[in-house]
């Protein structure tokens, strides 16, 4: 990276997260984009914008939602590379929840090969945050959210000042449906089946790095940037 360049200005080149449900990659992938001032992109938000202003993608992937189906590799993939081809992703972008297998990594990887960052090919860092099971449940079913902000708290580790009250509005904060022990435990066997093989996937390649996602914010996000700039000095 050029030396003389703030964090905001340089080219940082595309960051994978990596992390089961309650890793904190989210919180990590906004903290990196204020930081680098690049796009956070996440296909959740993706597909709901595609579905939200009825794109010919979007209209395919509510036709088989609506169907109670999986929208299916080559739908996410083609809305993923549309978005990565905007003007906002020259300098890099940080994927929040893509690739989650091992098939999105092959395509992404194939995709980026041909890519330029402020005129160089950079490779992708990777950055995997493990966490313990039970710390992950901990953190699941103690999360609660602010329906009117989005705002998030943990009744265990980041509680509101006032019990069930949001600091910010003060709305009434709600449990999200995924976040019932039952379907977290759907959601991680379904990460360990589908997106850990990923590890061991960019581990081959010599891309990823690994940060105890276990330790206080402040401190994943000091590693986190370490990594990304000891990869791009």
Known sequence: MDSAATPATKVVGPIILLGAPGAGKGTQARLLAERYNIPQISTGDILREHVTRGSALGQKAKAIMDRGELVPDKIVCDMVEA???????????????????????KWLDGMLRARVFGEKKLAPVVIDFPVSYNVLIQRLTGRRTCPEDGKIYNIYSQPPRVPDTCDV????????????EEAISVRLKSYDQQTKPLTDFYGKQGTLRSINGEQDTAKVTKETVDAIEKAWP
């Open 169 to 180: 509005c003060g709305s009434k904060l709600v449990t999200r449906k995924d976040d019932s």
């Open 83 to 105: 978005r990565l081809h905007q003007p906002d992703c020259d300098r890099g972008f940080i994927l929040d929840g893509f690739p989650r297998t091992v098939e999105q990594a």
